[in-house]
């Protein structure tokens, strides 16, 4: 009986709800949430689809819940100005959110596009994104590694390469290289993420306010260059159709994608 409640008294713990501290229950709701806004993009209708779009979703949903949950902290804590590093006279976290948000704005639109054509691939590469993680994270952050975590990397790697030659992933090599590269950029996003937290001082909610701000300006510009060109898919006009073309049931599967696209950033950083 006691060993009964002294387990119970632990998983308490666990879950208790202390944002600073809980460990536990944010991978357990990122994961929830990931979910959720996987399922919403899957059950859009197809012509209210728009890469660009979906784009604008995502890094609207980053500015307004990390602006809000900024504004909060920013008046519950004592802000302190801290000094930033500079490199050639350019402060260092100017630097570092415009290549975040160039490389969340790359990798996510390119997997929008591709997740068209393989519905099913991002799910099973998305297990290369834990590798990035790793083999990027040891030059930039400097982290070290330990016995379990090389017999982590061995098991993932092997699972999934058994999983793609399953699913006959490697017939398709342009598609497979593009995906990959869509997660190295993202992995790239989040060392870079923590590098700028740790060396100017970021909070996750400040982080994700910038990265929205600046996703939403680099994206409208990027429209507006093929819209130039006249490339068909990149273009002011297609982004429009898409959004006339959105339903009653669309526009409510769109703000479960916002909301749940919101908190998995801001979850998602904050680990």
């Known amino acids: 009986m006691k060993i009964i409640c002294l387990f119970l008294e632990y998983m308490l713990d666990l879950f208790s709800f202390n944002w600073q501290t809980n460990y536990l229950f944010f991978p357990i709701i ?5 979910s959720l806004r996987y399922f919403a993009n899957n059950s859009i209708s197809d012509n209210a689809k728009n890469p660009f779009f979906g784009s604008m979703i995502m890094f609207s949903s980053q500015l307004i819940f990390g602006s809000l949950l900024y504004y909060f902290q920013y008046k519950t804590k004592e802000n302190q100005k801290k000094p ?3 490199i050639s006279k350019v ?3 100017y630097i570092l959110n415009f290549s975040c948000a160039s490389l969340d704005l790359l990798s996510f639109t390119t997997l929008l596009f591709l997740s068209e054509v393989q519905p099913t691939k991002p799910l099973i590469l998305r297990m290369t994104q834990s590798l990035f993680l790793v083999f990027l994270g040891i030059p930039i952050l400097h982290i070290e590694l330990f016995r379990y975590h090389y017999v982590s990397i061995i ?6 390469i058994i999983i793609m030659l399953i699913e006959g992933i490697f017939s398709d090599w342009t598609c497979l ?3 990959l590269l869509s997660y190295f950029m993202n992995s790239l996003r989040y060392v870079l993420m923590k590098k700028e937290m740790q060396s100017c001082f970021y909070t996750a909610y400040k982080e ?4 929205g701000l600046i996703g939403i300006f680099e994206m409208f510009i990027f429209i507006a260059i093929g819209n130039c060109f006249s490339i068909e898919r990149v273009s002011f006009s297609n982004m429009k159709d898409a959004f006339f073309n959105i ?5 409510n599967v769109y703000l479960v994608i916002f909301i749940a696209g919101g908190c ?3 979850i998602n950083t904050k680990i």
């Open 247 to 251: 339903s009653f049931r669309d526009s």
């Open 91 to 93: 402060p260092l976290d």
């Open 264 to 266: 998995f950033n801001i």
């Open 177 to 179: 290289v593009l995906y």
């Open 30 to 34: 990122s994961a929830f949430v990931f």
């Open 155 to 160: 098991l993932t790697s092997t699972v999934m």
């Open 84 to 86: 930033i590093k500079k």
């Open 208 to 211: 994700l306010m910038y990265q």
